[in-house]
């Protein structure tokens, strides 16, 4: 399928801001890919070239894109990065710039477009900078003006068509029927392979009634499930009933997996939160994982640092250091990680998602010490509410950060936050009982003294599944030192688009000055929550929408997807809660 089909699709979806109608463009448009070309257009829709986990994709500075440009254009640098900056978006310069210029005849395959951003991407050593620029001008000399306009867009991380991967799931259903009954089967599917691309390309190939079987694969994450939130053990106890508690570790959130490969090697691989490939972070654990008798396993747990010396777990500042490229050995060394295993999703082939937690339990326990470096996390069969709030203070007695509570009974369900596991984290009295994980929307410009830093305060959002969309929820404009709000201007410039997202829900009267692609997910503490007549979260024709009173924002989680922040229905949980508190007081 040649290229300048995907451009019109991607001209058509920035003019709508219906959800319905950017579903329906995306499914005529993959309704025409053939199998060989539809992972990578799926994964070009979302401004990737690869499945996330892989850790693979362009990141090409905006400078190196603009000399791009102006060699293509033959034009000046310095007139290329003037323009750029007067629009806002090197892909819009790129469009106006080519108007002018004669149409390409090339009409270029979404395979050979492909091969050529591979191929910029594979540049590598000595001289290869000038490569890729030089590489990135001679294909944009072979597009048309909206062709260029989304590849250089793509290039520099700003493609940003304002969906995401349920919107795409909607659309490969509404491929196959005209509307969106299958999307169950499918989000199963992606649920446990964690590539969009690799879900249209089988329902190119295999079709949807063999996908319904879509099991695990070693060596390729599956989306983890998260935990819902209640206010207190009472709530806790009268939602799950008699239930298991674990201590909630504040270290990293890791996917384990191990196999044998075709030719009979091991194979381990770490997976983070947001399904980032840690796996060359962590040697002393690979070593740790190679003595257990398994020809296959996926499973998931925490692992921090612990101080041999006093018994306690070290600081999440500590464990965090491990994070790095070089000195891994070292770090290694001197800051040995324990991993705490919390649950197991497959076994020797076997797959434990429609197992109970009870039993997936008994396997990790035959499988694991209760001690050494690789071990089963701790966990109390509870049977009221006071033994739990008893548990919960002592996790709090001993510095952690509190616990997560869970169903028995219940099925691991990747990709899924629900009611099956609840966490419980240290209250601050006359607070929230716990921090919101918000994305940042757009930031205003400052005035007095923030006039230098060019920001004054910065709106923020939560995640609607249901809409795949973020509604706003907190206007923060104060809690920030001079050099934190210099360091919040930089990061949101780096995801600076071009007018407000589509998948963004705000008043006209809230829009910031500066919008940014919602991608940076930041940890916010409040009073509590209010009704708002101007924020969007949680609105409905016969209510008001919620925000954050007095909201000041505690640190970035650059561990998590912006899908990840805390959604909708959390708020709507947590408010209910305030009130009965409330009430009650």
Request: proline letters at 4%; a negative charge; hydrophobic letters at 45%.
């Amino acid at each position: 399928m040649i290229f300048a089909v995907v451009a019109q699709a991607f001209s058509r979806i920035e003019q709508e801001s219906s959800r319905n109608a950017i579903t329906e463009i995306l499914a005529a448009l993959f309704t025409q890919v053939p199998a060989e070309e539809a992972s990578f257009l799926a994964h070009f829709c979302l401004g990737e070239l690869y499945p996330s986990y892989y850790n693979k994709n362009m990141n090409i500075a905006e400078k190196t894109a603009i000399r791009a440009v102006a060699l293509s254009l033959q034009e000046s640098v310095v007139v290329v990065a003037d323009n750029v900056k007067i629009l806002g978006d090197i892909g819009s310069y790129v469009l106006q710039a080519r108007q002018t210029l004669a149409e390409t005849t090339d009409h270029l395959s979404i395979n050979e477009v492909k091969m050529a951003l591979y191929a910029i991407l594979d540049a590598s050593g000595a001289g290869s900078q000038e490569l890729k620029e030089q590489l990135l001008a001679e294909l944009l000399n072979r597009l048309s003006p909206a062709e260029a306009c989304f590849v250089v867009r793509s290039v520099v991380g700003a493609l940003r068509l304002g969906f995401s991967e349920m919107t795409m799931i909607d659309a490969y259903s509404w491929m196959m029927g005209g509307d969106k009954k299958l999307k169950p089967v499918l989000e199963h599917c992606f649920n446990v392979s964690a590539d969009i691309g690799h879900v249209l390309y089988l329902l190119k190939t295999i079709g949807v009634d063999q996908m319904r079987a879509a099991m695990m694969v070693p060596g390729i994450p599956v989306r983890p499930a998260a935990a819902d939130r209640l206010a207190d053990s009472q709530a806790i106890f009268d939602k799950l009933g008699c239930c298991v508690a674990q201590p909630k570790l504040d270290g990293f959130r890791l996917q384990i997996h191990r196999w044998i490969d075709e030719h009979g090697t091991q194979q381990t691989r770490f997976f983070s939160r947001n399904l980032h490939d840690m796996s060359a972070m962590f040697p002393d654990l690979v070593s740790a994982l190679q003595l257990l008798d398994v020809t296959s396993l996926i499973m998931e747990g925490e692992a921090i640092v612990h101080d041999a010396v006093t018994g306690s777990f070290m600081p999440f500042q500590d464990t965090v250091k491990r994070k790095r490229k070089h000195g891994v050995e070292e770090a290694a060394a001197e800051l040995p990680l324990t991993l705490y295993v919390f649950d197991l999703l497959l076994i020797n082939g076997e797959s434990m998602l429609n197992h109970t937690h009870a039993q997936r339990r008994e396997r990790l326990c035959a499988l694991l010490p209760r001690d050494g470096q690789v071990r089963v996390i701790e966990e109390e069969v509870i049977t009221s509410a006071d033994q739990l709030a008893l548990y919960f203070e002592h996790a709090m007695s001993i510095g952690l950060e509190g616990i997560v509570v869970k169903n028995n009974q219940a099925c691991y369900q990747p990709g899924k936050r629900n009611s099956n596991w609840i966490k419980l984290k240290r209250q601050e009295r006359g607070e929230l009982a716990d921090t919101i994980d918000c994305v940042i929307l757009g930031y205003y410009a400052g005035a007095g003294k923030r006039a230098l830093f060019g920001i004054g305060a910065f709106l923020v959002g939560v995640y609607n599944p249901l809409t795949d969309a973020f509604e706003t929820i907190a206007k923060i404009g104060t809690g920030l030192s001079d050099e934190q709000w210099k360091e919040l201007r930089g990061r949101c410039d780096q995801a600076v688009v071009h007018g407000q997202p589509h998948n963004v829900v705000c008043a006209p009267g809230l829009a910031p000055d500066v919008w940014v692609a919602p991608r940076i997910v930041c940890s916010v503490r409040a009073d509590d929550i209010t009704r708002s007549p101007i924020h969007a979260a949680g609105k409905t024709a016969h209510a008001p929408g919620y925000a954050l009173r007095f909201p000041r924002i505690m640190g970035y989680r650059p561990d998590k997807d912006a899908v990840q922040a805390t959604q909708v229905s959390e708020i709507e949980a947590l408010a209910k809660i305030q009130d009965l508190k409330h009430k009650k007081s």
